[in-house]
């Protein structure tokens, strides 16, 4: 385990640690509460499994090399980014979805642009959006939400 698992797992127990000194019967309670809601997501759960697989077995990992490798990532990057910006998929899938990518050998600036553009911009939205807010203002924020995005695909790849 890395040094932040351990230092989570840390915190956690001496913070559960301190609210069962504090109080006994609302640290129980609370915990009968937490598992009833890990039993309420555990659908979710194994269902971003199943997509993963699913897109994962579709994909495979050498076509996301190639597409999202770093070899171009200037031209990976903007795939990424249009990709993630007409498609449409809950950021509970995303994360680990885009996490599944970055293990098979994609480029860290391709897929934060695939995830902060899935996450930021809405294309298949839009006119939900426009009908709303305007189209002065859906087009706005679309138009700079993605080249926010961008920049924060930038900026790890800086990072990293």
């Known amino acids: 385990m890395d040094i932040f698992t351990l230092s989570f797992w840390g915190i956690s127990i001496a913070l559960t640690s301190v609210s069962l000194i504090k109080s006994k019967k609302k640290t129980f309670e609370a915990m009968k509460k937490s598992k009833s809601m890990m039993g309420n997501m555990l659908g979710e759960i194994i269902a971003i499994i199943f997509i993963i697989g699913i897109v994962l077995t579709f994909i495979p ?42 293990d098979v050998g994609a480029s860290i600036v391709p897929a934060v642009a695939f995830l902060t553009t899935l996450t930021m911009v809405g294309v298949v939205t839009f006119p939900l959006e426009k009908k709303e807010f305007g189209f002065k203002f859906a087009l706005a924020r679309n138009s700079l939400s993605f080249i926010a995005a961008l920049l924060i695909a930038a900026v790890m790849g800086v990072i990293f």
């Open 61 to 102: 990992p050498e076509s996301i090399k190639s597409i999202l490798g770093s070899e171009n990532t200037l031209m990976a990057t903007i795939v990424a980014a249009v990709a993630g910006s007409v498609t449409l998929i809950p950021a509970f899938v995303a994360f680990p979805l885009v996490g599944s990518f970055a």
